[in-house]
């Protein structure tokens, strides 16, 4: 079965500190893992998306990796704020043709 | 900036009712998705649309979810009758393509009672 992990559930850190996020998939011919973003109540907004050929992708104090062989993507935050206190979810598209799988998502938690 | 538009935002029903939701789409997104997400969990996609055609429905409980989008622009999601476990945020989403970033819409929260 195609799954898709993210641990922790949760976490909360210090401003100004740098943090990383971890998914991980069960398969590791994926077509494209994305990134996304959800603020509480809120719909999602996309942050990155890597393509099965790309190894990273930047955005501003954004980046995201992917490592297909061991199936896992971690995703950078920079001098992290407390606006980035968010839920962050991973999501892996496994084929052209398949549906998008979500992680349950990490709620980050951002302290002043 | 388009934006994807739900409405409603909010929705308090009773076991056993009718409740639909709408969704409009980013202008010229030719596909349309509906997910579900229970708190605390990623979304899982319900039904897909390409233009006014439905690519997959696989998860989408046909006893009692329907879903249209007759003109192939903005689309509706009923559920009758509604059961407690449908409580949930039900999120849309377009694209230009199926394999195209998806821009998500605010999202329905529906409580059921």
Same mark, same amino acid.
């Given at each position: 079965?195609?799954?898709? #992990?993210?641990?922790?559930?949760?976490?909360?850190?210090?401003?100004?500190?740098?943090?990383?996020?971890?998914? +991980?998939?069960?398969? +590791?011919?994926?077509?494209?893992?994305?990134?996304? /973003?959800?603020?509480?109540?809120?719909?999602?907004?996309?942050l990155l998306?890597?393509?099965?050929?790309?190894?990273?992708? #930047?955005?501003?104090?954004?980046?995201?990796?992917?490592?297909k062989?061991?199936?896992r993507?971690?995703?950078?935050?920079?001098?992290?704020?407390?606006?980035? +206190?968010? #839920?962050?979810?991973?999501?892996?598209?496994? +084929?052209?043709?398949?549906?998008?799988?979500?992680?349950?998502? #990490?709620?980050?938690?951002? /302290?002043? | 900036?388009?934006?994807?538009?739900?409405?409603?935002?909010?929705?308090?029903?009773?076991?056993?009712?009718?409740?639909?939701?709408?969704?409009?789409?980013?202008?010229?997104?030719?596909?349309?998705?509906?997910?579900?997400?229970?708190l605390g969990?990623?979304?899982?996609?319900?039904?897909?649309?390409?233009?006014?055609?439905?690519?997959?429905?696989?998860?989408l409980?046909?006893?009692?979810?329907?879903?249209?989008?007759?003109?192939?622009?903005?689309?509706?999601?009923?559920i009758?009758?509604?059961?407690?476990g449908?409580?949930?945020?039900?999120?849309?989403?377009?694209?230009?393509?199926?394999?195209e970033?998806?821009?998500?819409?605010?999202?329905?929260r529906?409580?059921?009672?």
């Amino acid at each position: 079965k195609q799954e898709v #992990t993210q641990i922790p559930a949760a976490l909360s850190v210090p401003e100004g500190e740098n943090l990383v996020l971890n998914c +991980s998939f069960t398969d +590791s011919a994926i077509y494209n893992l994305q990134w996304f /973003r959800q603020d509480p109540g809120k719909g999602l907004t996309s942050l990155l998306l890597i393509q099965s050929s790309q190894r990273e992708q #930047t955005s501003g104090r954004l980046n995201a990796s992917l490592d297909k062989s061991s199936g896992r993507s971690t995703l950078y935050i920079a001098a992290s704020q407390p606006g980035d +206190s968010a #839920t962050y979810l991973c999501a892996v598209r496994y +084929s052209s043709a398949s549906k998008i799988i979500f992680g349950s998502g #990490t709620r980050l938690s951002i /302290r002043p | 900036e388009a934006e994807v538009a739900q409405s409603p935002r909010y929705k308090i029903t009773e076991k056993s009712q009718a409740v639909a939701f709408w969704c409009d789409p980013i202008s010229g997104h030719a596909t349309l998705y509906w997910y579900r997400q229970i708190l605390g969990q990623g979304p899982e996609l319900l039904v897909q649309f390409q233009d006014e055609s439905v690519v997959d429905d696989s998860q989408l409980p046909k006893d009692r979810f329907s879903a249209e989008r007759l003109k192939g622009v903005d689309s509706t999601l009923k559920i009758q009758p509604a059961e407690l476990g449908d409580s949930a945020m039900y999120l849309c989403a377009s694209s230009s393509g199926p394999r195209e970033t998806q821009y998500f819409g605010p999202g329905t929260r529906l409580l059921v009672l």
